[in-house]
C-alpha cells in the first residue's frame, strides 16, 4: 500500500503562482510514472503533467510552458510548479502513482481575482 499526500494548493490570483507538492509513504518512482490530474467542477478529470520513471516530461497543451513537473526521489516527493495560472485552472488537482493506481485526496487550487 502507497499512501500519497498532496499539499501547496490555496487561492491565487490570475498570474501568480503555486507550487504543489506530492509525498509518497515510500520509494515508488523508479517503478511508475508519475501523474498531476485536475477536475474542475463540472468537468472530467484530465491530466495536467506526467513524469515518467525514467525522468521524461508530458504535459497537457493547455499548460505547456507554464507548468513544470519535477520529483526528488529521496524525498519520495513529485512536484508541479505552476506559474502564470489563469481562471480555468481552478480545480482540484490529484497526484496519481500510475503504474501502481494509488491516488492522493487533492489539493483545491483557485485563481480568481
Known amino acids: 500500500q502507497v499512501q500519497l499526500v498532496e499539499s501547496g494548493g490555496g487561492l491565487v490570483q490570475p498570474g501568480g503562482s503555486l507550487r504543489l507538492s506530492c509525498a509518497a509513504s515510500?520509494?515508488?518512482?523508479?517503478?511508475?510514472?508519475m501523474g498531476w490530474y485536475r477536475q474542475a467542477p463540472g468537468k472530467q478529470r484530465e491530466l495536467v503533467a506526467e513524469?515518467?520513471?525514467?525522468?521524461?516530461?508530458n504535459y497537457a497543451d493547455s499548460v505547456k510552458g507554464r507548468f513544470t513537473i519535477s520529483r526528488d526521489n529521496a524525498k519520495n516527493t513529485v512536484f508541479l510548479q505552476m506559474n502564470s495560472l489563469k481562471p480555468e485552472g481552478t480545480a482540484v488537482y490529484c497526484c496519481?502513482?500510475?503504474?501502481?493506481?494509488?491516488w492522493g485526496q487533492g489539493t483545491q487550487v483557485t485563481v480568481s481575482s
Open positions: 496519481t502513482a500510475v503504474a501502481l493506481g494509488y
Open positions: 515510500r520509494s515508488i518512482f523508479s517503478f511508475t510514472a
Open positions: 513524469i515518467t520513471n525514467g525522468g521524461s516530461t
